[in-house]
């Protein structure tokens, strides 16, 4: 199994604060999906990237693959309550191997 | 869309009873996962269907797990028997085909079901 680390395990910060959280693998995948679940809820998807190098922008999250195509971040700036939860990272094409996790809590 | 919907939303039963979980996928979707959720294990891919067919179970920790797709509404995920250590959020998703460039499918979750085994 070709596991995807995530980095930091877990993270609790202050409202406003900038954070990044990483996924990382020895292998090279042609594509990275980042979801956002929260308590009691399925994970729901956030973005998908397929080039390297690439960057999308969702509203305050930053997200970025590597030139490799071995790693990704998600960047959040001024961080709120409602970012609150667990972010995934998920790679495959129809066979999805989710990541270790990262658990953020932003409080107010 | 109703979304994907699992049901029972929470079972507790006890070691040796059999349980069944539920899933109603989205309308048109043409691939189905189960996926288990433990604190110490992360989501794990347990099996996943396509058209209604088996594509891969290597993800199912043994033959007390089952899963069946009868047809492209239902799907259920069978334990018999359970054990404690079966105790985990048990997730279904559906996903269409690809709409990006690579062909990476759009995972949709229901809201899972949490199992109890005492």
């Known amino acids: 199994t070709q596991l995807l680390e995530q980095s930091p395990q877990f993270l609790s910060i202050q409202e406003g604060e900038n954070l990044t959280v990483y996924c990382n693998s020895s292998s090279v995948f042609s594509s990275l999906q980042w979801y956002r679940q929260e308590p009691g809820e399925g994970p729901v998807l956030l973005v998908t990237?397929?080039?390297?190098?690439e960057v999308k922008k969702l509203k305050r999250l930053t997200f970025q693959f590597g030139d490799a195509r071995k790693d990704s971040s998600l960047h959040i700036t001024a961080a709120q309550p409602g970012d609150t939860g667990l972010y995934l990272c998920?790679?495959?094409?129809?066979?999805?191997?989710f990541g270790t996790g990262t658990r953020l809590k932003v409080l107010a | 869309d109703a979304g994907v919907i699992q049901s029972p939303r929470h079972e507790v039963t006890e070691m040796g009873q059999e349980v069944t979980l539920r899933c109603k996928p989205i309308s048109g979707h043409d691939y189905l996962f189960w996926y288990r959720q433990t604190m110490m294990r992360g989501l794990e891919l347990l099996i996943y269907?396509?058209?209604?067919?088996?594509?891969?179970d290597s993800g199912m920790p043994e033959d007390r797990f089952s899963a069946k797709m009868p047809n492209a509404s239902f799907s259920t995920l069978k334990i018999q028997p359970s054990e404690p250590r079966d105790s985990a959020v048990y997730f279904c998703?559906?996903?269409?085909?690809?709409?990006?460039?690579?062909?990476?499918?759009?995972?949709?979750f229901g809201a899972g079901s949490r199992l109890t085994v005492l």
């Open positions: 998703a559906s996903s269409s085909p690809g709409r990006v460039a690579s062909g990476a499918n759009v995972l949709t």
């Open positions: 998920a790679r495959g094409t129809y066979k999805y191997i």
């Open positions: 990237v397929v080039t390297g190098g």
């Open positions: 269907f396509n058209n209604n067919v088996p594509i891969d």
